[in-house]
């Protein structure tokens, strides 16, 4: 923190923000609870509001607090930009690039991302979150993250998709599954099976919803849950059919233990795998390379699955 050209006080706040804590902040900075205390009140002075309630379980923002989070995330990016551009003018690619990307990345693309970056260019650094694809756009335009690796990014003014590749959309299934015997396999066919559905926040479950409200009208023979593992194992198991995309299931459709079906409905969702940054910003170089490797990583991810996968070309 001492090389940081952002205020202590802004950094101490930020943690409190985080930690919901004066004191849980103070153990983190390794620090006295007081100085933070006194640092917070200090900026509440000079801006003239509150930027915490104080409350008995810790700390909670205020609206001017949290407009005071988002500034100063947002002075985070642009201080890792500028001390990144400064490296390469003297020649040197170092850095740290926040990427946000969904759970399935963690078992298919991001090891090999992390490996490759470290060989090609061991001074970039990695900072590597996991959640939805809403999450990851708000980490992106609140300045928590560079770079974020995701599907179905929605279409924004205010987020840039800086590369994109189509994927069929469809379900997983067991290798013995029924619905392989098919030549083709529409929506109908497939929900005469009991289904393992996303959450809601994934595009592909609000979607169906939309799309297929009466599939949601009884929950015979439904399962629901936030854990794509969770979705695997249930159709790894030959009693239900799941609705994702072949990267979800890379891993697995390699292995031979799933297997991956497009199905035919003109209507059926466009699925998308894509990268994507701030709009407000300019594409840096540290982050073009971490963007670059990671679209070569899934085209490779994906050109291996569908060669283990499919003996012949998709359907």
Known sequence: MSRSLIPAALHYFDR??????????????????????????????????????????????????????????RWRAEERNAVAEIFQLQGVQQGQVNIFAMDSHATTILPQLVQDIAAAHPLIGLSIQIGSTDEAVAALLSGQADLIVAFNLPQRSDMRTIWSLPLPFGCIVAPHHPLLTRPDVKFQDVVTYPIALQSRSLLIRRFLEVQYSWLFAEPHGRVETNSLHLVKNLARSGNYVAFTSELDAATELAEGTLRFLPLTEIDALPQSSDIAIDASKPLNTLVQIVADTASRIIESVLESTRMNAYPSPIR
């Open 16 to 73: 409190v923000a985080s930690t919901g804590s004066i004191q849980a902040a103070a153990r983190a900075q390794n620090i006295a609870a007081s100085a933070i205390d006194r640092q917070i009140i200090g900026l509440e002075e000079r801006l003239g509001v509150k930027l915490f309630d104080r409350v008995p379980k810790g700390m909670r923002l205020t609206a001017a607090g949290e407009t005071l989070v988002r500034l100063v995330h």
